[in-house]
């Protein structure tokens, strides 16, 4: 099972700095199946990234994805309110596993 | 617009049983493999099963095989998942999800909860 993880485990940051998420894994992921989800309080799942960089429908363009191999990120260009939530890697190569996700959270 | 209304939640014994249903809207759902994801109370999202678009292929979580069984009626665009033999570390919202692109569109999930 490729396991996933990802840091810092919390990110405090202010509205309009830059936010910057890892995701390792334990093996090569191929990026096509590498996918990062956004989760609010109270709320399902959003999906962010496919293929390790591509946008969702809907997606803002601050939010951008990178990466390859075992090295995955996601960068939140400059952090809105609503960007406050948790985030989470998820790798469908091999299976399907998620990272235990990063909370980002105001400063 | 795509809509996935998850069902079938609720309060059962360890050792129970319990269906879930996914009603889908919005999309041609045969054309889509289907999958359950779960999510204890505080934690982190974990994969329990998938169905391929005709459903002629199941996969499950090591956590769950044996004792859940997924499958869809692509005749009333529903998705199911049947759990049995339920035990306290399965409490959790469970969320139906459409794979294209990764996990595309999520249910508002359904909680089950496992407690005597």
């Known amino acids: 099972e490729i396991v996933l993880t990802q840091s810092p485990g919390t990110l405090s940051l202010s509205p309009g700095e830059r936010a910057t998420l890892s995701c390792r894994a334990s093996?090569?992921?191929?990026?096509?199946?590498l996918a990062w989800y956004q989760q609010k309080p109270g709320q399902a799942p959003r999906l962010l990234i496919y293929?390790?960089?591509s946008r969702a429908t809907g997606i803002p363009d601050r939010f951008s994805g990178s990466g390859s191999g075992t090295d995955f990120t996601l960068t939140i260009s400059r952090l809105e309110p609503e960007d406050f939530a948790v985030y989470y890697c998820?790798?469908?190569?091999?299976?399907?596993?998620f990272g235990p996700g990063t909370k980002v959270d105001i400063k | 617009e795509v809509q996935l209304v998850e069902s079938g939640g609720g309060l059962v014994q360890p050792g129970g049983s319990l269906r879930l249903s996914c009603a889908a809207s919005?999309?041609?759902?045969?054309?889509?493999?289907m999958h359950w994801v779960r999510q204890a109370p505080g934690t982190g999202l974990e994969y329990v099963s998938s169905?391929?678009?005709?459903?002629?292929?199941?996969y499950y979580a090591n956590s769950v095989k044996g004792r859940f069984t997924i499958s869809r009626d692509n005749s009333k665009n529903t998705l199911y998942l049947q759990m049995g033999s339920l035990r306290a570390e399965d409490m959790a919202v469970y969320y139906c999800?459409?794979?294209?692109?990764?996990?595309?569109?999520w249910g508002q999930g359904t909680l089950v909860a496992v407690s005597s």
């Open positions: 293929g390790a960089s």
């Open positions: 999800v459409r794979r294209f692109n990764a996990y595309d569109y």
């Open positions: 093996q090569s992921v191929s990026s096509s199946y």
């Open positions: 169905i391929s678009d005709n459903g002629g292929s199941t």
């Open positions: 998820q790798q469908h190569s091999n299976s399907f596993t």
């Open positions: 919005g999309f041609t759902f045969s054309d889509h493999a």
